[in-house]
C-alpha cells in the first residue's frame, strides 16, 4: 500500500524528465541547488525522525551513498543525524563526490565528526537502520558491479531500508527493475515518481511518503497523471434531500451472473446495494434465481431465457432492451459467461444503452474478437480489464501488458473513447487524456470476487449520477480503502471478499 503525509492532498506523478525540468526552473529563480539540496536532505532527515522515532537515538545507521546529486541529499541526512548524537556512518559506494553540491555537504558531514567507509572496505557492519542515497531518479538499465553487491548487502541485512526519492537501481519513468534495493519505507521529494506507481518497482518502495522541499507551484505544468484521494472524491457525496425516495438515487441494472458463476452477480449486487442505489435489478439466466433469491433480498429479480449453457439466451433480448429504458446504469459481464449467445447480448447492449455501460469481466471477453464494437455505443462506456482482460482487447501478452501498464490503459482509452480502469496493484483510470493512480488496496485483494465488488461500485455511484471518471475514481479508491481495512482487522491471507463488503456499507458514512 502506498501513503503519502500530504493530508488528501493530490499527489502528482512526474517522469525524471519531467521533474528536473521543473526543479531547473526552479533554480533559474528562486533558489541554488545547494539550497534545494539541503532542504531536501533535511526534509528526509525529519521524516526519519518521525519514522523511528525515539527508537532512532539507540540506532546504528548507514547512509549509502553513490557519486550523483542524490548522495548529497545523504550527506545532509548524515550531518544532522550525528548533529543529534545518533551513530551515522556515510558509506561511499562509488569514488568520493566531485560535484560541487555534494561535495559541500559531503566534508560538512566529515568535518562534524561522520565516519566515512569506502563499501569495498566494510567489514560486517550491524546496521540498525540503512539510508539508500546510491542512485537517484536518472538511473536507468542495469546497476553493474560493485552495485550489485551492494544491492544484495543491503537487501540481505537486518536493517530497516529508507530509500531516498526513489530505490536504487528502479527506473523512476517507467518502473522497470532488474535489480535494486528494496526499501521499507521510501522518501519522494517533491512529488510521486512513476517508480512508486508502476510494477514491478512499485513492489520495491514500501511505505511511501512525499515531502515538500519548497519547489513553487508555479514551476509545475498541468496534465500531469495523479493519485486519487479522499479529499478528491469526497465532493462528488453531496448531502441526501431531506424528502428523497427510492428514485432519487438512480436505477441500477445488474446483467451478470450464470449457472456456474452464479457468486458474481450477487457479489455485485451486494456491492451496489452497499453503495447507496436507490433501486437495483438483477437480470440472470433463470437457473440461477434460488441462488440469487438466496442471498439477496433488496433487488428486483428478472430471470431471463437461458441457452443450453444456462446463460443468458439470445432470446432474452427484448427483456433486456426493455429493462434498459428503466436503468440509470448498467453492469455487464460479471459471471455471464462467453459463447455466441453472449456475445450477441454485449454488442446489442453496448449500442442501444442510452445511459452508462460498465464492462467486466466476461463482457470484456465477449468485445475482445469484436472491439470495433465499443465504437458504436450511445452512451459512455466504463471497461475494467485486469491485465490479462486488457491482453485480450489489445491482441499483447499479459508480460506487456503489466510492462507497459500506462501507456496501454491510455492508448486503447483514447483511441476507443472509452474509460478504462486497469486493475491491479495502483489501478488506472484514464479517459485517454486524464490519467489517475490508486493508492489504496493491498494483495489480499487478489482473489475471485474482488472485480465483481469493484464494477457494481462503479455502477452504482454512476446510477446516482456521479460523471462516470469520477465514479470510477470513488469506486476503485473506496474499494481499496475495504481491502485495507478487512486486511488490517482479518489478515491479508483469510479475508474474504465478503470481509470487504461488510466494512463497505459503514465506509460509506466517510462520504456523506
Known amino acids: 500500500t502506498l501513503y503519502t503525509n500530504t493530508g488528501g492532498v493530490i499527489m502528482r506523478i512526474l517522469t525524471a524528465k519531467q521533474i528536473k525540468a521543473v526543479e531547473t526552473r526552479a533554480f533559474e529563480s528562486d533558489s541554488t541547488e545547494a ?14 525522525c518521525k519514522i523511528f522515532g525515539e527508537s532512532l537515538a539507540n540506532s546504528r545507521v548507514g547512509v549509502f551513498c553513490g557519486n550523483g546529486k542524490n548522495a548529497g541529499d545523504g550527506f545532509v541526512i548524515a550531518y544532522l543525524l550525528k548533529k543529534i548524537n545518533v551513530f551515522t556512518d556515510i558509506i561511499l559506494c562509488d569514488k568520493e563526490p566531485t560535484v560541487d553540491e555534494p561535495k559541500m555537504y559531503y566534508q560538512k558531514a566529515i568535518n562534524n565528526g561522520v565516519k566515512v567507509t569506502n563499501f569495498t572496505k566494510l567489514g560486517v557492519e550491524n546496521y540498525d537502520i540503512i539510508v539508500d542515497c546510491i542512485f537517484g531518479i536518472g538511473f536507468h ?33 517507467d518502473g522497470s527493475v532488474i535489480n535494486a534495493v528494496k526499501a521499507d519505507y521510501t522518501i519522494a521529494i517533491s512529488t510521486l515518481k512513476f517508480a512508486h506507481v508502476l510494477p514491478p518497482s512499485n513492489a520495491y518502495c514500501g511505505k511511501i511518503y512525499t515531502v515538500n522541499i519548497g519547489i513553487d507551484e508555479k514551476h509545475y505544468e498541468s496534465g500531469y497523471p495523479q493519485t486519487i484521494t479522499k479529499k478528491d472524491i469526497k465532493k462528488n457525496f453531496i448531502k441526501r434531500d431531506f424528502n428523497s425516495n427510492k428514485g432519487s438515487f438512480g436505477h441500477q441494472l445488474n446483467i451478470c451472473g450464470s449457472y456456474l458463476m452464479p457468486g458474481a452477480s450477487v457479489i455485485c449486487a451486494k456491492a451496489a ?14 437457473s440461477i434465481y434460488p441462488v440469487m433469491t438466496s442471498h439477496l433480498t433488496q433487488p428486483l429479480f428478472k430471470p431471463l431465457c437461458e441457452n443450453e449453457a444456462k446463460t443468458i439466451s439470445i432470446g432474452a433480448l427484448g427483456d433486456v432492451f426493455e429493462d434498459l429504458k428503466w436503468a440509470d446504469s448498467v453492469v455487464v459481464g460479471c459471471g455471464l459467461g462467453n459463447n455466441d449467445d453472449i456475445q450477441v447480448v454485449v454488442d446489442q447492449i ?4 442510452e445511459v452508462p455501460v460498465i464492462l467486466d469481466a466476461d463482457g470484456i ?46 492508448a ?8 478504462i480502469v486497469l486493475k491491479g496493484a495502483n489501478t488506472i483510470v484514464t479517459n485517454g487524456v486524464d ?13 475471485g470476487g474482488t472485480g465483481d465488488m469493484l464494477a457494481g461500485i462503479i455502477g452504482s455511484f454512476a446510477a446516482q449520477g456521479i460523471e462516470p471518471i469520477e465514479a470510477c475514481k470513488a469506486a476503485v479508491y473506496i474499494h481499496g480503502r475495504c481491502g485495507d481495512i478487512a486486511a488490517q482487522e482479518i489478515s491479508t491471507r483469510g479475508m474474504t471478499v465478503d470481509d470487504m463488503i461488510y466494512v463497505l456499507g459503514a465506509l460509506m458514512s466517510e462520504f456523506e
Open 35 to 48: 539550497e534545494l539540496m539541503l532542504k531536501a536532505g533535511t526534509t528526509c532527515f525529519e521524516k526519519i
Open 350 to 353: 453496448i449500442k442501444t444503452s
Open 365 to 410: 471477453n465477449a468485445v475482445a474478437p469484436f472491439i470495433d464494437i465499443v465504437k458504436d455505443k450511445k452512451a459512455p462506456l466504463i471497461i475494467t480489464p485486469h491485465p490479462g482482460e486488457m491482453a485480450r482487447l489489445i491482441g499483447e501478452s499479459v508480460d506487456y501488458v503489466c510492462s507497459h501498464r500506462l501507456e496501454v490503459a491510455k
Open 273 to 286: 446495494l452497499k453503495t447507496g442505489v436507490g433501486l437495483l435489478k438483477c437480470a440472470f439466466p433463470k
Open 141 to 173: 538499465g542495469e546497476a553493474k558491479a560493485p552495485f550489485n553487491d551492494i544491492f544484495d548487502f543491503i537487501n540481505n541485512s537486518n536493517a530497516k531500508v529508507v530509500s531516498i526519492d526513489t530505490p536504487s537501481g528502479t527506473n523512476s519513468t
Open 412 to 419: 486503447f482509452a483514447k483511441e476507443n473513447d472509452v474509460i
Open 435 to 447: 490519467v489517475y493512480f490508486n493508492t489504496t488496496g493491498n494483495p489480499g485483494m487478489a482473489m
